[in-house]
């Protein structure tokens, strides 16, 4: 049966979701702050608004009477969603997840005070002075990230007490939303980084896919590969966690949960209910499902018999250089010569520096090494240039 989903935020996952639901026959009205968004490029109809304005969030939502409404993103006012659901929409995963999650203190309290899992040594603040007082309890060096943010917007590292002052300015200007507070983490000597992609279903058991590893510069993901190492006991550790995490925010879908895996066990970092950037690793057919396959059919209730490791894969960024319009893409040939490798270009209308416009892929079969293909995923991402007009 069609549905209509209302997918709020149009990025480069948005797109890639919109992409699955449009081959399982779903109608899909893409919403973003600005026109041209990647996945308004392949939705059946568009809206620009600002979905941090609770009354044009309303207004839409009366206008096209959504099914289901499926966010993409943190910065939407989601405290109308508890409403939505009173108007029997489906909110994905649900208002409770996107309400808890949309914000680090929510998320991090339920799981860390209410459910006992693992987590660094955390606090809050709200100003410079306390931002201080906070560094004194959590030590040094200590992580300081926006309450609400993504792709490690707003996040840096105080190793001394002369980094402080800035790592304030960077997070209260380059968090999302309408939120000032920050959240400040005990830095945990950790081996290696996972995302565990969880799936929830209305009418069956909870799955996982086969563990993701990344890295990071700048709080943003750089290149992820699947599988990654783990032992068995860290892997069951890592399950329960985000087992009793995701049914406790309750609702269907997949999400993204990420761990540190340290000498003295698994650490609870962060948790995201939609397809996770570090997962678009899975487009390279590492899976037999795509995330983003995945997140549809769990959001659809349609079954999910498995979830299989059919290859390995890697996955590296193409990012932007300069602030510019209309980028034209070069390479593009030369790239895709090199064999089991492919590009995704978003289709993103403006650059800035460090903006992620597309993913190289490499992959081959499945008992190679991954850290092979991620040396290959990176020399094809680095034979593709991005040449931009100016802005101004």
């Not at 779903?26 to 968004?37: R, T």
């Not at 892997?235 to 340290?262: C, D, P, R, S």
């Not at 993913?359 to 190679?368: F, T």
């Amino acid at each position: 049966m069609q549905k209509k989903i209302m997918l709020l935020g149009s990025g480069e996952l948005g797109k890639e979701f919109v992409i699955a639901a449009k081959r399982l026959g779903q109608y899909v009205i893409a919403v973003d702050s600005y026109a041209g968004a990647p996945a308004m490029q392949v939705a059946d109809s568009f809206e620009v608004i600002d979905m941090l304005n609770g009354t044009a969030l309303d207004r839409i939502v009366d206008l096209h009477q959504p099914d289901i409404i499926v966010p993409e993103i943190e910065a939407i006012r989601t405290e109308r969603f508890y409403e939505y659901e009173k108007k029997n929409i489906q909110v994905v995963p649900s208002a409770k997840a996107a309400n808890y999650t949309m914000n680090r203190k929510a998320i991090r309290d339920l799981a860390a005070k209410e459910l006992g899992v693992r987590t660094a040594k955390y606090t809050y603040a709200g100003s410079l002075e306390e931002l201080t007082k906070a560094v004194s309890f959590t030590g040094l060096p200590c992580v300081v990230k926006p309450l609400m943010s993504s792709s490690g917007k707003g996040q840096s590292v105080i190793y001394t007490e002369a980094d402080i002052a800035k790592a304030w300015e960077i997070a209260a200007t380059k968090g999302r939303g309408d939120y000032t507070e920050v959240i400040v983490e005990a830095f945990i000597t950790f081996t290696s980084e996972i995302t565990l992609l969880t799936v929830t279903q209305k009418n069956g058991p909870t799955l996982f896919c086969p563990p993701i590893g990344h890295r990071q510069e700048r709080g943003d993901y750089q290149e992820s590969w699947q599988p990654t190492a783990i032992t068995p006991t860290q892997l069951e550790e890592a399950k329960q966690m985000a087992g009793k995490v995701t049914n406790a925010l309750t609702g269907a879908g997949i999400w993204g949960v990420e761990f540190f895996l340290a000498d003295d066990g698994v650490y609870f970092s962060e948790l995201s209910p939609r397809p996770h950037d570090t997962g678009m690793v899975t487009l390279a057919g590492t899976q037999n499902l795509s995330e983003f396959e995945l997140h549809v059919r769990a959001v659809l209730g349609l079954p999910i018999p498995e979830i299989t490791l059919e290859r390995t894969g890697a996955s590296a960024v193409i990012l932007a250089h300069s602030d510019g319009i209309t980028p034209e893409f070069t390479g593009l040939a030369e790239a895709l010569a090199v064999p089991k490798s492919d590009v995704r270009i978003f289709g993103k209308p403006i650059t800035r520096p460090y903006r992620r416009m597309a993913v190289a892929l490499a992959y081959d079969q499945a008992d190679i090494d991954p850290a092979e293909l991620v040396e290959k995923a990176k020399a094809v991402a680095g034979k593709i240039s991005i040449n931009d007009k100016q802005a101004f």
